[in-house]
T-cell receptor
Framework: DAGVTQSPTHLIKTRGQQVTLRCSPK?????VSWYQQALGQGPQFIFQ???????QRGNFPDRFSGHQFPNYSSELNVNALLLGDSALYLC?????????????FGEGSWLTVV | DQQVKQNSPSLSVQEGRISILNCDYT??????FLWYKKYPAEGPTFLIS?????DKNEDGRFTVFLNKSAKHLSLHIVPSQPGDSAVYFC????????????FGEGTQLTVNP
């Protein structure tokens, strides 16, 4: 049973560029959340997708957008990259009505903006 | 506004002794609390949780205590093992927000042999 898988694992982008990160949830999970973890900080909630719609959003600008596909996989897009967007981006999957223990995280995508 | 805070960035203990990691929160709407463990190059993995209707939850070597009046929780690891060395995150959620988690900054635990 595959857990949460994310790609790519590492990438380097130039300031001003756009990036797309991908996530496949754990089998049977239908809800995907994205988090940003800057160095030395805890993960910060970006947004959550369920039924292909954004259901909740954290305090992130509109440069951060996402998508969920019919197979529950998800993408995180960041436009007009800033140096401060350099971070580990974590995807978490869960059921719609969670036992809140059943939130699983992927290994993350390391984004470096230069 | 940091709603979940872990005031100790690091903690070092000897193998076999007790590790106590602390977490404070400010949002009274939080009703469920979780601890995650994170190794380098891996995602956070769930360790133990506690609902606000309880004040203690135990799972093997790990025990979480919740003091709602103080808005404080702690994770006890007894006995500590070198393999426990990792970053520990405290997280909280509100019932109405489901699986949305608010994390603390993390505490790096080092267990010395």
């Amino acid at each position: 049973d595959a857990g949460v898988t994310q790609s790519p694992t590492h990438l380097i982008k130039t300031r001003g560029q756009q990036v797309t990160l991908r996530c496949s949830p754990k089998s049977g999970h239908d809800t995907v959340s994205w988090y940003q973890q800057a160095l030395g900080q805890g993960p910060q909630f970006i947004f959550q997708y369920y039924e292909e719609e954004e259901r909740q959003r954290g305090n992130f600008p509109d440069r951060f957008s996402g998508h969920q596909f019919p197979n529950y996989s998800s993408e995180l897009n960041v436009n007009a990259l800033l140096l401060g967007d350099s971070a580990l981006y974590l995807c978490a999957s869960s059921f719609t009505l969670p036992n809140r223990n059943t939130i699983y995280f992927g290994e993350g995508s390391w984004l470096t903006v230069v | 506004d940091q709603q979940v805070k872990q005031n100790s960035p690091s903690l070092s203990v000897q193998e076999g002794r007790i590790s106590i990691l602390n977490c404070d929160y400010t949002n009274s709407m939080f009703d469920y609390f979780l601890w995650y463990k994170k190794y380098p190059a891996e995602g956070p993995t769930f360790l133990i949780s506690i609902s606000s209707i309880k004040d203690k939850n135990e799972d093997g070597r790990f025990t979480v205590f919740l003091n709602k009046s103080a808005k404080h929780l702690s994770l006890h690891i007894v006995p500590s093992q070198p393999g426990d060395s990792a970053v520990y995150f405290c997280a909280a959620s509100e019932e109405t927000s489901g699986s949305r988690l608010t994390f603390g900054e993390g505490t790096q635990l080092t267990v010395n042999p």
